[in-house]
């Protein structure tokens, strides 16, 4: 608990160094405290900077006032993720006030092509679909480097204490072939978790979804998902 505490007052004091470079370690902090690619138990040291459709500046984290931030990436051409629309939208519902849900557009074919507008077909679909989740744009992949996303509808919560507390699928039916009462929900677990104070009883399992074609910048990333240390204790909302 005085590790985190002393963590929070150095995320809060010490924002991200110019070049890249991290905060100041707290004390007895180990020397990957601050790392990249985010770890799940580890925390998100630096402002994640999103953009919306009009190409306005967004930094969600900043917008949540205390409150845990669920990031989802989304993909126009992912059915999967056209399946997910309708439970989320109801998961947002449920935790209204409580949680900040945000659709990350991170498929560089779709964020990033050399048309005059290489928006055009998310903003369409916005304006056909309307969905009440809003779709933010992560120019150049640069988020989507920092969680080492590997699909489409790879959701993270992040809680209010600014810690990565979950990583990976919405629930275990993608492709909805369950009842809906027959489905293990990770991320309401992981939520309903988060909000009662409780440590997240699955923090990293595999999402399901279309691979996102990167930015020709970005660095390499496989497909491995790796091990997670366990998640440190919540310390509120």
């Not at 959701?155 to 990565?164: Q, R, S, T």
């Amino acid at each position: 608990m005085l590790l985190i505490s002393l963590a929070l007052t150095v995320l809060t004091a010490f924002p991200a160094q110019a070049g890249g470079q991290p905060p100041v370690l707290p004390p007895g902090a180990a020397d990957d405290y601050f790392q990249k690619p985010y770890r799940v138990g580890y925390p998100v040291f630096e402002p994640v900077a999103l953009a919306t459709l009009a190409g306005e500046a967004r930094s969600v984290l900043k917008e949540a006032e205390k409150q845990p931030v669920v990031l989802i990436f989304w993909s126009l051409r992912d059915p999967i993720a056209h399946k997910y629309r309708a439970r989320l939208e109801q998961l947002a519902d449920r935790y209204l006030g409580r949680v900040r849900f945000h659709l990350v557009a991170a498929h560089h074919n779709e964020i990033g092509g050399h048309a005059e507008d290489p928006l055009k077909a998310i903003k369409g679909y916005v304006e056909q679909e309307k969905p009440q989740l809003e779709i933010l744009i992560d120019e150049r992949n640069r988020i989507a480097d920092d969680f080492r996303v590997l699909s489409a509808n790879h959701a993270f919560v992040i809680g209010a204490d600014g810690f990565l507390r979950y990583a990976g699928g919405i629930d275990n039916d993608p492709h909805e072939k369950r009842k809906p009462e027959t489905r293990t929900n990770y991320l309401e677990l992981a939520l309903e978790a988060l909000l009662e104070q409780q440590p997240v009883p699955h923090p990293l399992t595999r999402p399901q979804g279309l691979r996102l074609v990167r930015h020709p910048d970005s660095p390499p990333r496989s497909n491995e998902h790796g091990s997670a240390p366990k998640p440190k204790p919540p310390t509120g909302g």
